[in-house]
């Protein structure tokens, strides 16, 4: 029997040349997910993965106090199916090497890729598949599959992950950070459940509409300002990666109905059916908020990207 205390998180990242434009997000994405997995009861150990046109090693099997911040360089192609090839290989011959009482009695593999697969020499699609599905089928490992520019379900799918642990995430700030907070919180759903993983769905609708980006139907829009761009850049303070805005930081909005200043928390009221109470505010959320209700360009600065 394996040991119900003990949790293997298996990661692959995507580190190809087109994600430069959300390392950074990537980065604090998957460091605020290492910091929840810490606060899970029992022992969490981590492996990670890299990869791009090559497979790099991170770690293997680290206790998760001892893991590092992401350390994410892009460059080169995306040979997705030899890396999870790779990967998972590495790991089932890893732990068939130590006494079975020893082994994790959950293992998470979490895949995250922002393109098509174009650069695998070893392995297939239907070769992955094969192997993601015997894994399943005779362990019960767990696997997880996010993916940007593409579909990511139908993606999964093709190579074995089931659909519903399949999630299409946009690449920016916003997806980035809804995709790994929402691996998180299945992580918690899927401990607290008790049952086997395998059984579970990772991802619930709202999930799925944060990742790319949706915030829900627009409650009011100012007939007299169709046109608005956020002039001044909020305060922004520290505790989040893409920044956080006070609720009374200024913003200036400048449309046909001339210059308008208020408070992000107006901004959001007006702009959002949801009610917030919190007293922090993504920046992001707050422009994704406004860019929906006037339907136009905007800009801020002043972000802590």
């Known amino acids: 029997m394996t040991n119900p205390q003990l949790s293997l998180v298996a990661a692959l990242l995507d580190r190809s040349g087109s994600m430069h434009s959300i390392a950074d997000d990537t980065r604090g994405g998957f460091d605020s997910f290492i910091a929840k997995e810490r606060e899970a009861d029992g022992r969490t150990v981590v492996t990670l993965a890299q990869f791009d046109n090559r497979y790099e090693l991170v770690y293997d099997n680290v206790p998760i106090e001892d893991v590092a911040p992401l350390v994410l360089e892009p460059r080169g192609g995306t040979a997705l199916y030899d890396a999870i ?32 697969e174009n650069a695998s020499q070893e392995w297939t699609n239907s070769a992955v ?7 399943e089928a005779e362990y019960s490992w767990d696997f997880v599959f996010l993916g940007s520019n593409i579909d990511a379900v139908e993606v999964g799918a093709d190579l074995g992950f ?40 990772a991802f619930t609708p709202e999930d799925r509409r944060r990742a790319r980006g949706e915030y829900g139907a627009v409650s009011y829009v100012p007939p007299s300002t169709p046109s608005a761009v956020i002039r001044s850049a909020p305060r922004v303070s520290p505790g989040h990666r893409s920044g956080v805005v006070e609720e009374s930081a200024p913003w200036a909005i400048v449309g046909q109905g001339g210059e ?30 406004i860019q929906q209700c006037y339907e136009t360009t905007f800009e801020h600065a002043g972000l802590a990207r």
């Open 260 to 289: 308008h200043q208020c408070d992000a928390r107006t901004l959001l009221t007006m702009c959002s059916p949801f009610a917030w109470s919190t007293s922090e505010i993504a920046t992001d959320v707050v422009a994704a908020r």
């Open 129 to 135: 598949r094969e192997l993601i599905q015997r894994q």
């Open 162 to 201: 089931q659909r519903g642990k399949s999630m299409t995430y946009v690449s920016t700030s916003v997806g980035v950070t809804a995709a790994f907070d929402s691996v998180a919180d299945y992580q918690h759903r899927k401990r607290s459940a008790g049952v086997d993983a395998c059984s579970v769905s």
């Open 85 to 116: 090839g790779r990967l998972v290989s590495e790991v089932d011959a890893g732990l068939a090497a130590i006494p079975e009482g020893e082994r994790p009695g959950l293992v998470t593999v979490l895949v995250m890729t922002d393109g098509h």
